[in-house]
């Protein structure tokens, strides 16, 4: 019986994990489109531009994630910038969420912030 090493299997998950983010950038976009164009002929300004904003930043996130993975698969030194990217991009996306929302909280809104600042203090630390 053959033996699978385990380089191999950390290509072959590598592969699953792509394939996976391939199809939730691809479905994101079909559903950014639909959204879009829903909102224009229901003439809903607010759902127009939440998701004409969240829409694209969900895929940005999905776009450094598959990044990502693809530098941490090929061994590339520059991966935890990428993850550290998409951290950013994820919690700037839900900072504009909760501002959308109708009933957010300062505080929450100050956690988010504060969580950007410190992935982008992060950021600038490791690429120095």
């Known amino acids: 019986m053959a033996r699978i090493s385990d380089k191999d299997l ?9 394939i996976i983010l391939l199809f939730g950038i691809g479905v994101q976009i079909i559903l950014t489109i639909y959204g879009i164009i829903s909102s224009i ?16 930043l969900l895929i940005l996130v999905l776009l450094e994630l598959y990044i990502a993975v693809n530098s941490y698969l090929s061994g590339k030194e520059r991966s935890i910038i990428n993850v550290i990217d998409a951290g950013i991009s994820f919690f700037v996306r839900e900072l504009i969420l909760e501002l959308f929302s109708q009933n957010y909280t300062i505080t929450h809104i100050l956690i988010i912030a504060g969580v950007v600042g410190i992935l982008s203090f992060s950021r600038f630390i490791t690429n120095r």
């Open 41 to 56: 002929f229901s003439l809903n300004l607010l759902d127009l531009v939440n998701v004409t904003i969240t829409g694209p």
């Open 10 to 18: 950390i290509k072959f998950i590598g592969y699953i994990i792509r």
